[in-house]
């Protein structure tokens, strides 16, 4: 059974964040469990997420998924708009809620701390040569 389509095409936050992810060497995207996920030969980051025990895609459908370094995970999760999502979690992964149910859909969102998370967990993920790639981009 196939999972349900669980974003908007037309969602102005998925295409900013798409200009971000898209924007990294050798990236790609592809719909995987109803979610936009990017990635080169591995995953770096997901659109929308759910914690464990709580199927609900509504309380994060706008929020990214990236993989972090152990030494800034935890100082993320301290933070409001940071939650552990379920499946990705215990992976080392964090989400960040870029607007919440009842939010304004274009909310005040730090587009440079975004970037530098996907840059992260792109650094993670992403074969050296590609890495290498975006180093030389400057």
Excluded: Q
Excluded at 128 to 138: I, K, Q
Aim: with cysteine.
């Amino acid at each position: 059974m196939a999972h349900p389509i669980m974003f908007d095409e037309g969602d102005p936050i998925l295409a900013r964040l798409r200009e971000i992810c898209l924007g990294m060497p050798g990236a790609d995207e592809k719909t995987s469990h109803g979610r936009p996920n990017f990635f080169t030969t591995k995953v770096f980051a997901v659109y929308g997420g759910v914690v464990k025990g709580d199927h609900d895609p509504e309380p994060h459908r706008r929020a990214v998924l990236v993989l972090t370094d152990p030494h800034s995970r935890a100082a993320l999760l301290e933070r409001e708009r940071f939650f552990l999502p379920g499946y990705y979690g215990p992976s080392g992964w964090v989400g960040l809620d870029l607007a919440r149910p009842g939010e304004p859909l274009l909310p005040d969102i730090d587009w440079i701390e975004v970037a530098e998370l996907v840059d992260a967990s792109y650094r993670m993920t992403a074969p050296a040569r590609l890495v290498r790639e975006l180093d030389a981009r400057g």
